[in-house]
């Protein structure tokens, strides 16, 4: 299993290796000596997503997963060449890897080193190229993988995963993978941080006598007492029953938004009794005859 070493966006997409401003100074006037060609690169770091359910953002979870990346070819262990291809010097660069060029320029004559054509900067030349890799040492291979997704993570964080990115040069240590979680969205909840909002339907009559109101959390239902006389868009706190923070103590709160249902497809001792509410607030309504009514009449 791969292990996590922090979290957080900040990974360099390009990778290690080379280039940048030291480089470009380097090749105009003539620093590093050379030889630099050589030295040990570290590889690229690699980047995939993977998306996981609300739940198992809550539990935190072991996640198997597949990734393409490359890989030092095994046949010639990233080499490029057969283990018993014959070597020589390159004569381009006489085995220096580089070679300079003479640039006439408007601040005169000016050494430019670059790396040799010819050895691509390795200095040698083997009689033979690798077949499996056709030279260039890696292969693409799927691997799979194991990484742990911590509790509490957010959408859109990042897990890295060291020393599982693509190889390094010339004994250079491996690049990371970088891995961007998704949370997918939930039927029942709507997240905000570490708190969640959840929807409750509560019935007319409910709401005007106060009752206990079961609540789905991620961790199981509990029982939620609201007052009488709650309105519809009330809003109550389940204090504990939000997401756990991340690396932190404790957990986010649960927002529980009240909306009064409306009754429809009442039956006929329901309207009955409605229309005597009604009527004994001193409201005047107009009801449409019903379809029990129409039955009754039809007898
Ligand atoms: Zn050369
Ligand atoms: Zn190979």
Request: a negative charge.
């Amino acid at each position: 299993m791969g292990g996590m070493g922090g979290m957080g966006g900040q990974g360099n997409p390009f990778g290690g290796g080379g280039g940048g401003m030291g480089d470009l100074f380097d090749q105009f006037f003539g620093g590093g000596g050379g030889g630099q060609q050589n030295g040990p690169r570290q590889g690229q770091d690699l980047r995939t997503r993977m998306s996981i359910s609300l739940e198992a953002a809550y539990e935190g979870i072991t996640r198997e997963f597949t990734v393409t990346r490359p890989e030092a070819c095994p046949d010639c262990d990233g080499d490029g060449h057969p283990p018993d291809a014959d070597a020589q010097t390159c004569p381009e660069c006489n085995g220096q890897g580089q070679t300079t060029r003479v640039q006439q320029t408007p601040l005169g004559r000016v050494q430019q080193r670059q790396t040799c054509p010819r050895c691509e900067g390795d200095g040698t030349l083997y009689s033979e190229t690798c077949s499996t890799c056709g030279g260039n040492g890696r292969v693409q291979r799927e691997a799979t993988l194991q990484v742990d997704v911590p509790a509490g993570i957010r959408d859109g964080q990042t897990l890295r995963m060291s020393s599982e990115g693509a190889p390094g040069e010339n004994g250079g240590r491996k690049g990371d993978l970088l891995i961007e979680v998704g949370i997918d969205s939930h039927p029942d909840f709507e997240r905000d941080g570490d708190d969640l909002h959840y929807d409750a339907a509560v019935s007319f009559p409910k709401a005007v006598f106060g009752a206990s109101i079961e609540i789905p959390t991620l961790d199981g239902p509990v029982e939620m007492d609201i007052d009488s006389g709650t309105q519809s868009g009330e809003r109550f706190r389940l204090k504990g029953k939000g997401m756990p923070r991340l690396r932190g103590r404790g957990s986010g709160d649960m927002y529980v938004t009240v909306q009064v249902v409306t009754p429809t497809d009442l039956d006929s001792e329901q309207r009955e009794a409605l229309e005597q509410f009604a009527e004994a607030g001193g409201e005047e309504v107009e009801v449409e005859e019903g379809f029990f009514e129409k039955i009754k009449r039809s007898f």
